[in-house]
């Protein structure tokens, strides 16, 4: 168990773990170090921040970048105790669904076909190249949004951009505006980018239901000549 946030960043990268993503600027130049101080200063002051530093981290470290294939945008990680773990939109088995995944769920039903998933673990879509990325990696429990300002854009801009500069292309999967807004930074030409509503229940109704992402994504992929996303869980 890792004990606190300095401490994940140091552990960031070792053993292969976040291959590719170590040599952005945001890591080389005092900016990951900046935010883990900030991090454990407010866990020192008695906030609960989530994910803990053993998963703060996740999203990067199960989808390197050379394996990248596709990419969903998230905004931040679920402000509850126990639900995140570091992938966008993903809680461990046996938590509880959220309603924006339990809408990701039915869309991924109604479009592919697929049995409705039991639980909300999205690892496995992270191991075969999805990039989980929320746009802050952090939160204070209760609060959302509440680590917008803490110094993640850096990271997620240079994340995104990284993505967007290799050959061959990939699927983006921008989910509402937060997501949408990350668009200028893909740039045009070779990528797939899919944009919707947010899954949330606030939002699904509007343009995320019948959007068929999953199939869209495949059929891109395959006609690339990549191997499709088996997105069952």
């Known amino acids: 168990m890792i004990p606190t946030y300095q401490a994940a960043l140091e552990a960031f990268g070792t053993a292969g773990a976040g291959e590719g993503w170590r040599c952005l600027p945001f890591f080389n130049d005092g900016s990951a170090e900046r935010v883990m101080d900030r991090l454990d200063a407010m866990v020192a002051a008695g906030d609960r921040v989530l994910p803990s530093p053993d998963d703060i981290f996740s999203a990067l470290r199960l989808t390197p970048l050379a394996s990248v294939r596709v990419v969903i945008l998230g905004q931040d990680p679920y402000p509850t105790p126990g639900d ?56 204070t429990a209760g609060a959302a949004g509440s680590h917008r300002k803490l110094g993640w854009q850096a990271l997620t801009d240079q994340v995104i951009r990284a993505v967007a500069a290799r050959e061959p292309g990939s699927v983006f999967i921008l989910w509402g505006s937060d997501a949408q807004a990350k668009r200028a930074l893909i740039g045009p030409g070779r990528h797939l980018i899919i944009e919707s509503a947010h899954p949330s229940p606030l939002a699904a109704g509007r343009g995320f239901f019948g959007s068929r992402p999953f199939s869209r994504a495949n059929a891109w992929l395959e006609a690339e000549g990549f191997l499709p996303i088996d997105w069952r869980l």
Request: no cysteine; proline share 7%; hydrophobic share 45%.
């Open 84 to 139: 995140p773990h570091g992938l966008a939109f993903s809680v461990k088995e046996g938590v509880r669904i959220p309603r924006s995944l339990a809408n990701i769920h039915r869309e991924l039903r109604e479009d592919l076909g697929a049995p409705m998933p039991i639980h909300g673990h999205l690892a496995a879509w992270a191991q075969q190249g999805v990039l989980l990325l929320n746009t802050a990696l952090s939160v």
